[in-house]
């Protein structure tokens, strides 16, 4: 079958290296995709959230599956815009509906949804410019740190941690009232702070039955040691060595069952990945968060751990057939870098040239993806602050970083900045 994947980051290279290796797949197209998709497929110059002239691909090129990586069109109703076309009705989507990318797209919706369907999660308020006052009053009324979220999407930068109350308030009129994150903090989620480990976990539903994936922990700071500003994530270890089988079955009895129920429940359709975002609390999960996607550097050392056909899965999810599946893991531990360009999260420069890309490509036990790259004049580039995910399996997480670690020295870019503590805590 011929098939259309979303996206042009890191993710999106995993789930094309995946993808190409099933021989249900004849012919993979990426749009946009980057330097590194283009070892598997074909990149077309598409916008995510141009759906007119996706609909055009697809029926152009006989697509029988689309893939979306990001959130964005996810949010935007890709889904349902396939279900408004008859032509295109038969096509899977594998993602969900505009109203379930909600639990991604609205924090406040996400947090109704958990409270309803008893999903374990933090004490919250939401506050819009008609109660900013009351927003200010409930800040001395909490104990910091304080927790603000903005509602909508902020690309991964909207969830600040105060360490004071004036701090909180400072930051809620920025919100709310001078729009920090645009539209996206119009209205601002005020939560209670858990105090804990965090860790992922990926499910993959068609809607009534569902498939845990292999764990991870992401690494968000930009400095050793979990300091400095948040990114979009500097790296990620799989599986967490905290969540046991004990842990995973309290995740599964209070967390995913309740929240697949939910969905179908509340009439919401979903047929694709659910990333949600927990925090082990004296030993019980706590939900932070939930994304509409596969998490980006996770997917990057996820999907390596599969060892299923990833199509045939997906396939299944369009069929609503996952319950027919077995997820087969590799067991050993496996470890992502994210080498990065020099200022990032902040301000940085593109379009450095990049070397020493093959040598680590060379060792089985490591792959390259490409984040932020393009190709320019024959060369590849940077063209992003996340550049590449290095992702490597080894005995331990102290062997896989290492091996990661090794294979970014023999790469080389202008600025080239990354984490060499990933996964430090548990060595």
Same mark, same amino acid.
């Given at each position: 079958?011929?098939?259309?994947?979303?996206?042009?980051?890191?993710?999106?290279?995993?789930?094309?290296?995946?993808?190409?290796?099933?021989?249900?797949?004849?012919?993979?197209?990426?749009?946009?995709?980057?330097?590194?998709?283009?070892?598997?497929?074909?990149?077309?110059?598409?916008?995510?959230?141009?759906?007119?002239?996706?609909?055009?691909?697809?029926?152009?090129?006989?697509?029988?599956?689309?893939?979306?990586?990001?959130?964005?069109?996810?949010?935007?109703?890709?889904?349902?815009?396939?279900?408004?076309?008859?032509?295109?009705?038969?096509?899977?989507?594998?993602?969900?509906?505009?109203?379930?990318?909600?639990?991604?797209?609205?924090?406040?919706?996400?947090?109704?949804?958990?409270?309803?369907?008893?999903?374990?999660?933090?004490?919250?308020?939401?506050?819009?410019?008609?109660?900013?006052?009351?927003?200010?009053?409930?800040?001395?009324?909490?104990?910091?740190?304080?927790?603000?979220?903005?509602?909508?999407?902020?690309?991964?930068?909207?969830?600040?941690?105060?360490?004071?109350?004036?701090?909180?308030?400072?930051?809620?009129?920025?919100?709310?009232?001078?729009?920090?994150?645009?539209?996206?903090?119009?209205?601002?989620?005020?939560?209670?702070?858990?105090?804990?480990?965090?860790?992922?976990?990926?499910?993959?539903?068609?809607?009534?039955? #569902?498939?845990?994936?292999?764990?991870?922990?992401?690494?968000?700071?930009? %400095?050793? %040691?979990?300091? %400095?500003?948040?990114?979009?994530?500097?790296?990620?270890?799989?599986?967490?060595?905290?969540?046991?089988?004990?842990?995973?079955?309290?995740?599964?009895?209070?967390?995913?069952?309740?929240?697949?129920?939910?969905?179908?429940?509340?009439?919401?359709?979903?047929?694709?990945?659910?990333?949600?975002?927990?925090?082990?609390?004296?030993?019980?999960?706590?939900?932070?968060? #939930?994304?509409?996607?596969?998490?980006?550097?996770?997917?990057?050392?996820?999907?390596?751990?599969?060892?299923?056909?990833?199509?045939?899965?997906?396939?299944?999810?369009?069929?609503?057939?996952?319950?027919?599946?077995?997820?087969?893991?590799?067991?050993?531990?496996?470890?992502?870098?994210?080498?990065?360009?020099?200022?990032?999260?902040?301000?940085?420069?593109?379009?450095?040239?990049?070397?020493?890309?093959?040598?680590?490509?060379?060792?089985?036990?490591?792959?390259?993806?490409?984040?932020?790259?393009?190709?320019?004049?024959?060369?590849?580039?940077?063209?992003?602050?996340?550049?590449?995910?290095?992702?490597?399996?080894?005995?331990?997480?102290?062997?896989?970083?290492?091996?990661?670690?090794?294979?970014?020295?023999?790469?080389?870019?202008?600025?080239?900045?990354?984490?060499?503590?990933?996964?430090?805590?548990?060595?």
């Amino acid at each position: 079958m011929n098939i259309l994947l979303l996206g042009s980051g890191g993710r999106e290279h995993a789930f094309a290296w995946k993808m190409v290796q099933s021989p249900l797949c004849s012919k993979l197209y990426i749009a946009p995709g980057n330097a590194g998709t283009l070892q598997h497929g074909e990149n077309v110059n598409i916008g995510i959230n141009d759906f007119a002239a996706i609909e055009n691909f697809v029926l152009q090129n006989q697509i029988a599956l689309v893939v979306v990586g990001p959130e964005d069109p996810l949010v935007n109703g890709i889904y349902d815009y396939f279900q408004s076309k008859p032509e295109l009705q038969k096509i899977p989507v594998i993602g969900p509906s505009l109203q379930g990318a909600l639990l991604e797209g609205s924090k406040a919706f996400a947090k109704q949804f958990m409270i309803k369907h008893h999903v374990p999660t933090a004490a919250y308020r939401e506050f819009e410019a008609e109660n900013l006052e009351d927003g200010l009053a409930y800040i001395d009324t909490q104990t910091p740190p304080i927790v603000l979220k903005a509602d909508g999407l902020a690309a991964g930068k909207g969830v600040l941690i105060c360490a004071t109350h004036e701090e909180a308030k400072n930051e809620l009129r920025e919100m709310i009232a001078n729009a920090k994150f645009g539209q996206a903090s119009a209205r601002v989620v005020i939560e209670q702070f858990l105090k804990g480990i965090e860790f992922s976990v990926f499910v993959l539903t068609d809607g009534t039955s #569902y498939k845990i994936l292999p764990t991870a922990k992401d690494y968000k700071r930009i %400095g050793e %040691g979990d300091t %400095g500003l948040n990114t979009g994530g500097m790296g990620c270890i799989s599986p967490v060595p905290f969540a046991s089988e004990a842990m995973m079955k309290l995740v599964e009895d209070k967390v995913i069952i309740p929240t697949v129920n939910g969905l179908k429940a509340d009439g919401i359709v979903y047929k694709g990945f659910i990333y949600i975002g927990l925090m082990n609390v004296d030993g019980e999960p706590y939900v932070i968060e #939930y994304n509409c996607r596969m998490g980006d550097p996770e997917t990057e050392i996820v999907l390596p751990r599969i060892k299923n056909d990833l199509v045939e899965l997906l396939i299944a999810v369009g069929n609503e057939n996952i319950a027919s599946q077995t997820v087969l893991t590799d067991e050993r531990a496996a470890a992502t870098v994210i080498v990065a360009s020099g200022g990032y999260p902040e301000d940085y420069e593109k379009g450095k040239v990049i070397t020493g890309l093959d040598t680590p490509n060379a060792n089985r036990d490591t792959i390259v993806f490409h984040a932020g790259t393009k190709v320019a004049d024959g060369k590849v580039v940077t063209n992003g602050g996340r550049v590449l995910a290095v992702s490597s399996f080894g005995a331990s997480v102290t062997e896989a970083v290492a091996k990661s670690n090794a294979a970014i020295e023999q790469i080389h870019f202008e600025g080239k900045y990354y984490r060499r503590d990933i996964g430090y805590e548990f060595k």
